[in-house]
């Protein structure tokens, strides 16, 4: 089984930025997982914000491209998620997940992709 757990979620002002960390445990875990980052804001669908799979390749959905920035450090088994010019639109609560296997930049979005998920982190952003 895989572990993941967020953390740096917060509550910040439009335009501002914040940094969001994944760390990963267990024993099947290693480099080569595909991992993205979801979020889901109430009464909304979960929704895929960023992918990065094992050969480093991103993808990013069109609402966060060119504001975001997904990247992952092997040697402390972190994925990161870099915010910046956040809007009150960005607020939700914001999940990493990950899978063995490697995913198509078409598919790495789709939440039903991923086996393994943390318990999420909050993000909120005030106007």
């Known amino acids: 089984q895989v572990h993941l757990v967020e953390s740096g979620g917060g509550s910040v002002q439009a335009g501002g930025s914040l940094r969001l960390s994944c760390a990963a445990s267990g024993y099947t875990y290693n480099s080569r997982y595909t991992m993205g980052w979801f979020r889901q804001a109430p009464g909304k669908e979960r929704e895929g914000v960023a992918g990065?799979?094992?050969?480093?390749?991103?993808t990013y959905a069109d609402s966060v491209k060119g504001r975001f920035t997904i990247s992952k450090d092997n040697a402390k088994n972190t994925l990161y998620l870099q915010m910046n010019s956040l809007n009150p639109e960005d607020t939700a609560m914001y999940y990493c997940?990950?899978?063995?296997?490697?995913?198509?930049?078409?598919?790495?979005?789709?939440?039903?992709?991923?086996?393994?998920w943390g318990q999420g982190t909050q993000v909120t952003v005030s106007s």
């Open positions: 997940a990950a899978d063995s296997r490697f995913l198509f930049p078409g598919t790495l979005l789709r939440y039903y992709n991923y086996d393994f």
């Open positions: 990065i799979n094992a050969d480093g390749r991103t």
